[in-house]
């Protein structure tokens, strides 16, 4: 749950920079809005991701908040792209159209990646630790599979929001049910997860049975705390919920 503490600090953050006024970051916002339209909507994050990969040799990750830079270099300008451009209509159609492209890219780079690690440490999910090559990889080549690993990361975002905007773009009760209620379970599962993978093993199930068993266990838990928490109004604000619940109209679906 490591990354609540840093989503609460990069909120804390913005929160003090909209008290000094929306408009610099609105207009922020609309001068972004339009190279973003075009193809730089997949090109932009890529090469900023690439570039915030050069950092991961140098401090690596430590989860510590404090001492985190090479993935404050990831978080941060995530974060403020998000904020900056939900609401822009034209970003999001350019999402919509190049969604294929973004998949492409994903799954391209994804593979160029698990390749350059099978060659240099191994074939992954411990099918073997033998590298295919012995000698360490040339530095060019280092700085290329960084980029590689930030159109991994865009790519695979990029393509869940595009097609996201293209098929789920609409109202229901199953969606209206799910939108508050990611927040809770993220929060939840985790500690769900780890409870009961550190008991189910005592009951010597079949693994694979274990492994449905933890899940079940996992989406019930969760879903069962998240009907808990959105029903006791000072328990909400701790799960990101408002702390009541909007009304909503019988007629608001039918607008």
Excluded: C, K, N
Aim: hydrophobic share 55%; net charge positive; aromatic share 14%.
């Amino acid at each position: 749950m490591w990354f609540v503490a840093y989503l609460w600090v990069y909120s804390l953050l913005l929160a003090v920079l909209l008290a000094g006024g929306r408009r610099p970051l609105e207009a922020l916002g609309r001068v972004l809005e339009r190279p973003l339209s075009t193809p730089l909507v997949l090109i932009a994050p890529i090469v900023g991701l690439g570039l915030a990969r050069q950092l991961y040799p140098v401090f690596d990750r430590s989860h510590a908040l404090v001492d985190d830079w090479y993935l404050h270099s990831v978080y941060v300008p995530l974060f403020l792209f998000g904020f900056l451009t939900a609401q822009s209509d034209s970003i999001r159609r350019a999402l919509i159209r190049y969604r294929w492209a973004a998949l492409a890219i994903a799954l391209g780079a994804w593979l160029a990646w698990r390749g350059y690690l099978a060659a240099w440490d191994g074939l992954p999910w411990g099918l073997t630790s033998w590298p295919l090559l012995e000698a360490t990889p040339p530095a060019p080549l280092r700085v290329a599979m960084r980029f590689a690993y930030g159109a991994v990361q865009w790519g695979a975002m990029a393509a869940i929001l595009g097609f996201g905007a293209r098929h789920l773009a609409f109202d229901h009760p199953v969606l209206r049910y799910l939108t508050p209620a990611v927040f809770p379970l993220y929060i939840l599962h985790q500690t769900i997860t780890v409870v009961a993978g550190y008991y189910l093993p005592g009951l010597g199930l079949p693994l694979g049975v274990e492994a449905l068993v933890l899940v079940a266990v996992t989406f019930g838990g969760a879903f069962l705390g998240y009907e808990i928490i959105r029903r006791v109004a000072p328990l909400r604000p701790l799960f990101g919920l408002r702390w009541r619940a909007p009304v909503r109209s019988r007629d608001a679906g039918r607008a």
